[in-house]
Nanobody, 114 residues
Framework: QVQLVESGGGLVQPGGSLRLSCAASGISFNIYTMAWYRQAPGKQRELVAQITSGGTTNYADFVKGRFTISRDNAQNTVYLQMNSLKPEDTAVYYC????????WGQGTQVTVSS
């Protein structure tokens, strides 16, 4: 059974940092492109960052220079380090794993507010 389990969300003040983790099981993690998406209330789900099996990264313009995606193939885990958080980063963040098939995690809430 495939599972993607996100953790690390929470409430943080503007300018603060959070580190999200996504632990994968049931897949050959090292061959998957891993990504983080987010969905704010009333908005469509959008790509935040992705990292390929070879380690190539790609970021949405709105997080460039603030967020960093990384992966640990030995731990079957992908991370999203989020710095300089803004209120507009508030959303549910979802882990995504894809090759010829796509899997989603259940999401973790990130709230940026003073």
């Amino acid at each position: 059974q495939v599972q993607l389990v996100e953790s690390g969300g929470g409430l943080v003040q503007p300018g603060g940092s959070l580190r999200l983790s996504c632990a994968a099981s049931g897949i050959s993690f090292n061959i998957y492109t891993m990504a983080w998406y987010r969905q704010a209330p009333g908005k469509q789900r959008e790509l935040v960052a992705q990292i390929t099996s070879g380690g190539t990264t790609n970021y949405a313009d709105f997080v460039k220079g603030r967020f960093t995606i990384s992966r640990d193939n030995a731990q079957n885990t992908v991370y999203l380090q989020m710095n300089s958080l803004k209120p507009e980063d508030t959303a549910v963040y979802y882990c995504n794993a894809r090759t010829w098939i796509t899997y989603w995690g259940q999401g973790t809430q990130v709230t940026v507010s003073s």
